[in-house]
């Protein structure tokens, strides 16, 4: 599989625990992006990484939430002190970018958590 | 700010059938791109068809095709011979040079009737 890899795909935990995500990207691409997407909303973008540098930052994404990638390849995504309102899906998208070509975003599955 | 809009939460088109949905943007900048992706019941997010802005030949994916008015910043998406398949969500998405991120519209959701 080729693919961008999520996991888990689903994440049930109480309030107050902390949670981490990993997504691994289409193994040439330079760039990964987290979002998140709420029931019946489109992906909001959180961060993204261009190899091992975070480029920008959502102001969603609270101090709470720390994501890392720290080879260039492989990245996390962990939410501390979890509350209800982090229920959501969390989406990794991977891209090769080019300077002056635009950017075809490769998504994974996603990962569900769900914070009770 | 950029922004998207898709005002039809929801569409229905019998199997066989065409089906246009609507998207508009906002923007000041003059480079960029524009999206459409579909997300079925898995939830990934699937590239059905993009479209620079400097391009003013309207894109088309076989039974797809964009509806692309720059001056009016309407982007639509034109479905012919709708199948079962196609029904999901679908999102429009605005990529800008001045930012590293899609920005996506709410989202439409396709039902098709056989």
């Known amino acids: 599989d080729t693919g961008v890899s999520q996991n888990p795909r689903h994440k049930i935990t109480k309030r107050g625990q902390n949670v981490t995500f990993r997504c691994d990207p289409i193994?040439?691409?330079?760039?990964l992006y987290w979002y998140r997407q709420t029931l019946g909303q489109g992906p909001e973008f959180l961060t993204y990484?261009?190899?091992?540098?975070?480029?920008?930052k959502s102001r969603l994404l609270s101090d709470r939430f720390s994501a890392e990638r720290p080879k260039g390849s492989f990245s996390t995504l962990e939410i501390q002190r979890t509350e209800q309102g982090d229920s959501a899906m969390y989406l990794c998208?991977?891209?090769?970018?080019?300077?002056?070509?635009?950017?075809?975003?490769?998504f994974g599955s996603g990962t569900q958590l769900s914070v009770l | 700010a950029q922004t998207v809009t898709q005002s039809q939460p929801e569409m229905s088109v019998q199997e066989a059938e065409t089906v246009t949905l609507s998207c508009t943007y906002d923007?000041?900048?003059?480079?960029?791109?524009l999206f459409w992706y579909k997300q079925p019941p898995s939830r990934q997010m699937i590239l059905v068809i993009r479209?620079?802005?400097?391009?003013?030949q309207n894109a088309t994916e076989n039974r797809f095709s964009v509806n692309f008015q720059k001056a009016a910043k309407s982007f639509s998406l034109k479905i012919s011979d709708s199948q079962l398949g196609d029904a999901a969500m679908y999102f429009c998405?605005?990529?800008?040079?001045?930012?590293?991120?899609?920005?996506f519209g709410k989202g439409t959701k396709l039902s098709v009737k056989p």
């Open positions: 998208a991977s891209s090769q970018y080019r300077a002056g070509d635009y950017e075809k975003l490769f």
């Open positions: 193994s040439e691409h330079n760039r």
């Open positions: 990484f261009q190899n091992e540098a975070q480029l920008e």
């Open positions: 923007t000041s900048e003059s480079d960029y791109y």
């Open positions: 479209q620079e802005a400097y391009k003013q």
């Open positions: 998405a605005y990529y800008g040079g001045s930012q590293g991120n899609l920005i």
